[in-house]
């Protein structure tokens, strides 16, 4: 297990540049230089968290801790990938709470901006790969007018929904290869057990939390059900949890784009963003017991599925049904992301010619020229920074 923490933690303090390139590092250390598992097994581990909702990097990393250390090992191979980022997100939202002053302001007015950059390219390249034929873009652009329409999270869920029913009955998803079984003891048991509590949890928290006065009850509910409904990597995340946190004044607009701004700043998973939430939150918990609530809560739903879903993937993946209904969810998300470029990304960040500039050049930087996620946001807040002095 010390093994295991080590190795994620370094990889938790380098891993720059979102999801894939997280697995491109995962393979490097675990397949290539350490030797614990080959390329084919490495690969059917990716296709697994690539088939279930969350973080996809985060589940690989679960699942590799398994293998190493068993289910504990998940838990050490978590916190050794997460913290460093979940870490340095608490202290951006201890600074944005006690923080003031005309460049502050400026910057983090920057960071807003460089959030439609950050989401635009997101809807881009996943649109590309997630919308391929005519079926996919329609229901990618129907959540997206349904969301644009009637925002919140329940109108979210239901498109989300519907969407898998449509890619159930009219997509055709291409038909898997068959892989090597990975090898990972997970038993039956504790496969049903984690499926069972996963089901438990989705279904009574939100009664729980309705009947509780309790904002942590609230908080948890919210955050633990945007990690058991999220397809298609972090940045899907950002609507979820918008419409979740700056409804209930939680966490005001400025805040929150502030802090995803941030958290493309930081290595490891954008999931993290989570902890700043509840950092920054204006009633408690908030502060590090917040961070560290809203953090669990996220990522909960990663391991109970992870270690449910391990002894079944081999014969799940070659049901068509099943990868026909991911797929109507896959072109879902796009919609939603879409959604959120427009409203709250663009409406609130986007006011004045110098802030579309700002925007545009980001979107350019990462996209064009491939410059560092952590960069551009550095630049962005400098810039912002520096527009706020001037004027």
């Known amino acids: 297990m010390g093994e295991v923490f080590l190795a994620f933690l370094r990889l938790g303090l380098t891993s720059f540049g979102g999801p894939v390139a997280h697995l491109g590092y995962f393979r490097e250390e675990f397949v290539s230089r350490r030797h614990w598992l080959d ?9 697994l968290c690539q088939f279930l909702p969350g973080p996809a990097s985060s589940q690989v990393g679960m699942a590799l801790g398994i293998l190493r250390a068993g289910l504990p090992g998940a838990a050490v191979a978590w916190a050794g990938f997460t913290l460093p980022s979940a870490v340095l997100l608490v202290a951006f939202a201890y600074g944005i709470r006690v923080g003031t002053g005309v460049l502050l302001d400026g910057a983090l007015h920057g960071l807003k901006v460089v959030t439609v950059a950050v989401v635009a390219q997101a809807v881009w390249s996943m649109g590309r790969s997630l919308c391929a034929t005519r079926g996919r873009l329609m229901i990618a652009a129907a959540t997206a007018a349904a969301v644009l329409c009637r925002p919140g999270t329940p109108v979210q869920l239901a498109a989300i929904g519907l969407a898998a029913v449509a890619g159930w009955k009219l997509l055709r998803a291409q038909p898997e290869t068959a892989a090597v079984a990975t090898g990972i003891g997970v038993s039956r048991t504790a496969s049903f ?23 942590a009850v609230q ?19 950002l609507p979820l949890l918008q419409a979740e946190v700056v409804p209930r004044h939680w966490v005001d607009e400025e805040a929150f784009l502030a802090g995803y701004g941030v958290a493309q700043a930081v290595p490891g998973p954008l999931f993290t963003f989570a902890a700043y939430l509840g950092a920054a939150a204006g009633v408690p918990p908030n502060g590090w017991i917040g961070g560290l609530l809203c953090l669990v809560a996220i990522f909960l739903p990663s391991f109970l599925l992870v270690v449910a879903a391990l002894p079944h993937w081999q014969a799940l993946r070659k049901v068509q049904a099943a990868r026909n209904a991911l797929a109507g969810v896959n072109a879902s998300v796009v919609g939603l992301l879409l959604a959120a470029l427009y409203r709250p990304v663009w ?45």
């Open 39 to 47: 390329e084919q097994a490495y690969a059917d581990l990716v296709a």
């Open 193 to 215: 057990a984690a499926a069972a509590l996963f089901l438990a949890l989705l279904a009574a928290l939100p009664l729980l939390a309705a009947w509780s006065a309790s904002t």
């Open 219 to 237: 908080m948890f509910d919210s955050f633990y059900r945007a990690g058991s409904l999220v397809f298609g990597g972090g940045h899907v995340v």
């Open 347 to 391: 409406t609130s960040a986007i006011g004045s010619a110098p802030d579309l500039v700002m925007a545009v050049a980001a979107f350019l930087l990462l996209a064009v020229w491939r410059v560092g996620p952590w960069m551009v946001v550095a630049a962005a807040a400098a810039g912002g920074a520096l527009f706020a002095a001037i004027a």
